[in-house]
């Protein structure tokens, strides 16, 4: 079984704009440390995966706060969803396996995913055309070395966040995974 975790990144509120927000909205939510401008959210009923709230989440937080929002999806490591947001407004979505659950054989091509705009407003400052080969490698592209496939979505995740050159912030972290270990830290719990 692979990782499952969902989460969102804000670029710019600080973290007791973001709680206040979090409390605001009536959300149950572990809220990390700001750093670079950076703070990650992994609210409760995200984690269910149902790609309505998580959206719903990350547009209401990104409307509140005025601010980008990056919803990040990992499905079993066989799917990367993201979402990003500005101000309430979708700009961008992303599908590293859109036929996942309709098992088409040969597999779809990952969608969406628009490179500049992602990093424009999440990167730091982030290299366009590392994160475009990021979005559309898949297995068994003959121009990569193969040491460079994604095996699992985790791995494109970790690779997306380098290319993107974020501070040392915990993404891959969801809110079942916090409530079960010690909560790390700098994260606080709101809710």
């Not at 984690?47 to 929002?69: E, H, M």
């Not at 040969?106 to 990167?123: I, K, R, S």
Request: net charge negative; hydrophobic share 40%.
């Amino acid at each position: 079984m692979g990782s499952f975790y969902t989460n969102l990144a804000l670029r710019g509120p600080d973290r007791d704009q973001i709680i206040a927000a979090v409390a605001g909205l009536g959300y149950c939510a572990f809220v990390s440390r700001s750093l670079s401008g950076l703070t990650m959210v992994c609210e409760e009923r995200s984690d269910t995966r149902d790609l309505g709230i998580w959206r719903d989440v990350a547009k209401q937080l990104s409307r509140w706060l005025q601010c980008p929002a990056l919803a990040v999806l990992n499905h079993d490591d066989d799917v990367l969803l993201y979402s990003l947001y500005r101000g309430g407004h979708l700009l961008d979505e992303y599908n590293s396996c859109p036929d996942y659950w309709i098992n088409q054989d040969p597999p779809a091509l990952p969608q969406g995913g628009d490179a500049a705009v992602l990093c424009e407003a999440f990167g730091m400052p982030g290299d366009a055309a590392e994160v475009n080969r990021i979005l559309r490698a898949t297995p068994g592209d003959e121009d990569r070395p193969a040491e460079n496939d994604f095996v699992v979505a985790f791995e494109r995740h970790v690779a997306l966040v380098q290319a993107l050159r974020w501070p040392e912030v915990d993404y891959y972290a969801g809110f079942d995974l916090l409530k079960r270990e010690a909560m790390p830290t700098g994260w606080v719990f709101v809710g």
